[in-house]
């Protein structure tokens, strides 16, 4: 039994420790948010001639903010690494398989369907930034017609949908899981008990991104 003298310690440090397990850490949240927000900016300003400039840099740090994600996703933390939505991916071909010899809808693994579409959701927004990126600077250097325009316009247009797409699996996965899947990539944490799969935050190093990202833009804008 546990003595009258440890309980107030065992109570404090309850109470002291935050809610649920960190599964995200800091630099994969503010590439995340600096991604969205640098998209959603320039799309908004894509139209006008007086917001040009800001659209530009936006654009400019779309590419810029997807190589840390690469570079940070291949010699980063475990927890950060992209190989395991790869892997997700390479197991579309034997789900797709398996809908089809399915005779009964119950027969299905929808949970892993749902996440599948969730990754290739987001592979499909990462190779999708690569054209949307080259028709921006090729318009902006002039290289061409109008015609590159509406290329560059079309593919921005692409993009937005697979960001509806990406945002609307997300809400529908919370609803049929009950557990709110955005969460996580605000606080970093996950409702649930057990240990953190994320033993550092490296906040210093999301420090350092938003810094620079705010720094390119403005540099770019003087």
Do not use: C
Request: proline fraction near 5%; charge should be positive.
């Amino acid at each position: 039994m546990q003595s009258v003298s440890t309980l107030p310690r065992a109570v404090g440090a309850a109470q002291l420790s935050p809610a649920g397990r960190r599964v995200v850490d800091a630099p994969v949240r503010a590439f995340h948010w600096l991604f969205a927000a640098s998209f959603l900016g320039a799309f908004v300003t894509g139209d006008s001639e007086y917001w040009r400039e800001v659209h530009v840099a936006l654009g400019y740090l779309m590419p810029a903010l997807l190589g840390f994600r690469l570079l940070y996703g291949l010699v980063g933390p475990r927890h950060a690494r992209l190989a395991p939505t790869w892997r997700k991916l390479s197991s579309l071909p034997a789900w797709l398989r398996s809908v089809r010899r399915g005779r009964w809808l119950a027969d299905v693994d929808w949970r892993h369907g749902e996440n599948l579409l969730i990754a290739l959701m987001v592979a499909a927004m990462i190779v999708a930034v690569v054209p949307v990126a080259l028709s921006g600077f090729v318009v902006y250097q002039e290289w061409g017609g109008d015609w590159l325009e509406e290329v560059h316009e079309f593919f921005g247009n692409a993009f937005l949908a697979l960001v509806g797409a990406h945002v609307a699996a997300l809400v529908i996965s919370s609803v049929l899981r009950r557990r709110n899947r955005v969460v996580p990539m605000i606080t970093g944490r996950a409702s649930g008990s057990g240990p953190d799969l994320v033993r550092s935050n490296r906040a210093w190093l999301a420090a350092l991104l938003w810094i620079a990202s705010i720094g390119f833009v403005a540099r770019q804008l003087l």
